[in-house]
């Protein structure tokens, strides 16, 4: 385990120079999900931020259910739906004209909150685990930064830290975090690149409280040649009118009015505004997550259209990965080589993330009849048949996130139906999240979960003691490991594979291995993988003579 972080200063907060483990810049959601994490895994953390206070405003709105997951693990997930409204359709229009709506069953509805309200709940949470923010505090640079790129190079970073009162600060940490948002320092300091474009379109925001009728759990897509307008029920009764504006156009009131009676809703009559902004989007991602000792994560590692609302929710993700890699190596319960894995899982995550969000973007904005016409032929069968609820809505929901296998023996040996139709509905591929199903009662995910624990899920038909046993013994050799027995039926029902088998469960809920009865030998090489080598049996004590 790396040695916490030394800290000299010549004056300031006292408290700074407490040792650590983990340097956090950035105390925005992503940078508290992060620290969070950390810190329930026994991880002592330091976040730092630039800005003086949080931010009051509200930003992106939509937390999406995988996400919701996390806050349930977090222990605070009745706290934001509380405090959140939840959106359980989307409808789309095209010149004003009707084109599907698609209602999202209660397991794929996404929460609406005000991503200042998501930071309150986080902040809180946050300061109850033990951590704070410290404000004021900006990064200046890394010195003597590695460049090699290997995590065992050196054994901590050098930040050069400059305070509210100009005093300057040398701190060593073995890791750093960088959560700094879009324009990230710790990305700059890495020297990569940040891969993308950004739209020629200016969008404006209005989120007030309105005169007339519009529903209050929906998002409202209005597409048309002159731009597009998308309506958003907020909490408290605020929406959300945010559209594409004319070139040298200003956001105001009376602009986005004029924009609603033109393309959105009749008989809806704004009032006054509780924020608005202009803004450019962008559609890029940092070509690299990771430099040795040093991440970076949320907007700091990409940017992408709001279409969707996805933002929010990779940067949690992001976070939620790389914590419990970072506590298990640590706690000296994994090789350093386990972190190698975040910078290509998250990356293959947020490409697919601005691709998707890139396309829906420009689906609203598209302009010739014969384009418009595919756009709305698309929605109109989508509606028709259920595919939006079949497929999309559960990639929406975070429901369809899967890292890509990097081992042939992450999965069964031969030709097996639960691997070859990763489409399926209730089809658990090898690297995506086990089902809350199955993981909520048997204590691998949720709030009363060891989040430090690999878990080995057995599936046992008929007899199967021999087998059984043979896990046990396995997992015996291993502290980290517990085994849990599931029974067959509903694990064949949640998760597709209807065979005797096992799955390897990481303690951040995805699936690292998947095998059947035949496949112990490939469940050792995995363990191994993962967890390092077994510690030695101890040998058997010799019967006296």
Request: include cysteine; charge should be neutral.
């Given at each position: 385990?790396?040695?916490?972080?030394?800290?000299?200063?010549?004056?300031?907060?006292?408290g700074?120079?407490d040792?650590?483990?983990?340097l956090?810049v950035?105390?925005?959601?992503?940078g508290?999900?992060?620290?969070c994490?950390?810190?329930?895994r026994?991880?002592?953390?330091?976040i730092?931020?630039r800005?003086?206070e949080?931010?009051?405003f509200p930003?992106?709105?939509l937390?999406?259910p995988r996400?919701?997951?996390?806050f349930?693990?977090?222990?605070?997930l009745p706290?934001?739906?509380?405090a959140?409204?939840?959106i359980n359709?989307?409808s789309y229009y095209?010149d004003?004209e009707?084109?599907?709506?698609?209602d999202?069953p209660?397991?794929?509805s996404?929460?609406?909150?005000?991503?200042?309200?998501?930071?309150?709940?986080?902040?809180?949470?946050?300061?109850?685990l033990?951590g704070?923010v410290?404000?004021?505090?900006?990064?200046?640079?890394f010195?003597g930064l590695?460049?090699?790129?290997?995590?065992d190079?050196?054994d901590?970073?050098?930040?050069?830290?400059e305070?509210?009162?100009g005093?300057?600060e040398?701190t060593?940490?073995?890791?750093v975090i960088?959560?700094?948002?879009a324009?990230?320092?710790?990305?700059?300091?890495l020297?990569t690149?940040?891969?993308?474009?950004?739209y020629?379109t200016?969008?404006?925001?209005?989120?007030?409280?309105?005169?007339g009728f519009?529903?209050?759990?929906?998002?409202l897509?209005?597409?048309?040649?002159?731009?597009a307008?998308?309506i958003?029920?907020?909490?408290n009764?605020?929406f959300?009118?945010?559209?594409s504006l004319?070139?040298g156009?200003?956001?105001?009131?009376?602009?986005?009015q004029?924009?609603?009676?033109?393309?959105g809703?009749?008989?809806v009559?704004?009032?006054e505004?509780?924020w608005?902004?202009v803004?450019?989007?962008?559609a890029?991602?940092?070509?690299?997550f990771q430099l040795?000792r040093?991440?970076?994560?949320?907007?700091a590692?990409?940017?992408?259209s709001?279409a969707?609302?996805?933002?929010?929710n990779?940067?949690?993700q992001?976070a939620?990965?790389?914590a419990w890699?970072?506590?298990?190596?640590?706690?000296?319960?994994?090789?350093s080589?386990?972190l190698l894995?975040?910078?290509p899982?998250?990356a293959a995550v947020?490409?697919r993330?601005v691709?998707d969000?890139?396309?829906?973007t420009?689906?609203?904005?598209?302009?010739t009849?014969?384009k418009?016409?595919?756009?709305d032929?698309?929605?109109r069968?989508?509606?028709r048949?259920?595919?939006?609820?079949?497929f999309?809505?559960?990639?929406?929901?975070?429901r369809r996130?899967?890292?890509?296998p990097?081992?042939?023996t992450?999965?069964?040996?031969?030709?097996?139906?639960?691997?070859?139709?990763?489409g399926v509905r209730n089809?658990v591929?090898?690297?995506a999240?086990?089902?809350?199903?199955?993981?909520?009662?048997h204590?691998?995910?949720?709030?009363?979960?060891?989040?430090?624990?690999?878990?080995?899920?057995?599936v046992?038909?008929?007899d199967?003691a021999?087998?059984?046993?043979?896990?046990?013994?396995?997992?015996a050799?291993r502290p980290g490991?517990?085994v849990?027995?599931?029974?067959?039926g509903p694990?064949a029902?949640l998760t597709g594979?209807?065979?005797?088998?096992?799955?390897?469960i990481r303690?951040?809920g995805?699936?690292a291995a998947?095998?059947?009865?035949r496949d112990?030998d490939?469940?050792?090489?995995?363990?191994?993988?993962?967890l390092g080598?077994?510690?030695?049996?101890?040998?058997?004590?010799?019967?006296a003579?």
């Open positions: 385990m790396p040695n916490p972080a030394s800290t000299a200063r010549t004056s300031g907060d006292p700074a120079s040792a650590y483990d983990v956090v950035g105390g925005g959601p992503t508290m999900m992060a620290a994490e950390l810190l329930r026994g991880i002592r953390v330091r730092v931020d800005a003086p949080p931010s009051p930003k992106a709105l937390v999406w996400s919701l997951d996390l349930e693990d977090l222990g605070v706290r934001l739906r509380e959140g409204l939840q359709a989307f095209s004003r009707h084109l599907a709506t698609f999202f209660q397991e794929l996404p929460v609406c909150l005000p991503q200042n309200e998501t930071e309150r709940i986080l902040r809180d949470r946050l300061h109850e033990g704070r410290e404000r004021g505090v900006r990064l200046l640079t010195d590695d460049f090699s790129g290997r995590i190079a050196v901590g970073v050098t930040a050069v830290l305070h509210p009162d005093t300057i040398r060593r940490a073995p890791f960088g959560a700094d948002g324009g990230s320092a710790v990305r700059a300091q020297g690149g940040f891969s993308g474009s950004t020629e200016a969008f404006a925001l209005v989120d007030a409280e309105i005169e519009l529903p209050p759990d929906q998002a897509y209005y597409q048309s040649p002159a731009g307008l998308v958003v029920a907020l909490p009764g605020v959300r009118f945010f559209s004319a070139p156009e200003e956001v105001s009131v009376a602009a986005m004029r924009i609603v009676d033109e393309r809703p009749k008989g009559r704004i009032a505004p509780i608005q902004s803004f450019r989007v962008h890029r991602h940092a070509n690299d040795g040093v991440f970076i994560a949320g907007d590692a990409h940017v992408h709001p969707g609302g996805q933002g929010l990779t940067g949690f992001d939620h990965n790389l890699k970072l506590a298990a190596v640590l706690r000296g319960e994994a090789p080589d386990l894995s975040y910078g899982e998250r947020a490409k993330v691709r969000t890139d396309i829906q420009r689906a609203w904005l598209v302009q009849p014969a418009v016409g595919l756009r032929a698309a929605f069968i989508a509606d048949t259920g595919l939006f609820s079949q999309y809505a559960p990639v929406m929901a975070g996130l899967a890292y890509p990097v081992r042939d992450q999965a069964p040996g031969g030709r097996t139906t639960c691997q070859l139709l990763p089809a591929r090898v690297g999240v086990f089902p809350r199903e199955l993981a909520m009662p204590k691998i995910q949720g709030p009363a979960a060891d989040p430090t624990t690999w878990t080995l899920a057995a046992c038909r008929g199967a021999a087998w059984r046993a043979e896990l046990r013994a396995m997992a050799l490991l517990r849990v027995d599931l029974a067959a694990a029902r594979c209807r065979h005797q088998g096992y799955y390897l303690p951040d995805h699936v998947h095998g059947h009865s112990l490939r469940l050792r090489e995995e363990l191994t993988a993962h080598e077994a510690p030695a049996q101890e040998p058997e004590p010799a019967l003579a």
